[in-house]
């Protein structure tokens, strides 16, 4: 759980953007390693499992997100919006412990998915939106898993 935290991180802050298959085989592997050690816990593994499914759905969004970065219908300062919010994803997954409070990522990431969406209509923008709302309910979702030092 720890190494697919930091392989989201890395998403978020990384100079270059793996491609979306490539994520998605390495978050699979690590899924796999994890089952053995969910099966022997029985359901007090199901929120494990449900975390690091959540956490394919997060690091597709911030791909998302990355790639958005890039595009030049994007306006600067919506690309800027999102590096921020990116480094402070990955503050959050890098050093915030179980049972700590969550950080304001959350809040930022519902606040500038709001402000994006009441600007434009144009499909860019509203997707955006959609994976700043989509990342910060999966993170509500699965707290613990998103915090440092579980797993």
Known sequence: AQAMRE???RLCLHERIPRRLAFESLAYDRINQLMPQ????G???DPMLAGSIAAVTVGLE???LRNAQLNSIVPRE????IANFLRGLAR???FRRPGEPQTATIAVARQY????????????????AASLRIIAAAMEDHPDFFAKGRG
């Open 7 to 9: 392989d989201l991180a």
């Open 38 to 41: 969910v099966q022997q816990t």
């Open 43 to 45: 359901r007090k593994g």
């Open 62 to 64: 911030v791909l998302r």
């Open 78 to 81: 919506t690309a800027e919006s």
């Open 92 to 94: 959050e997954l890098l």
């Open 113 to 128: 998915a709001a402000t994006i969406a009441e600007r434009s209509d144009r499909f860019e923008m509203l997707q955006i």
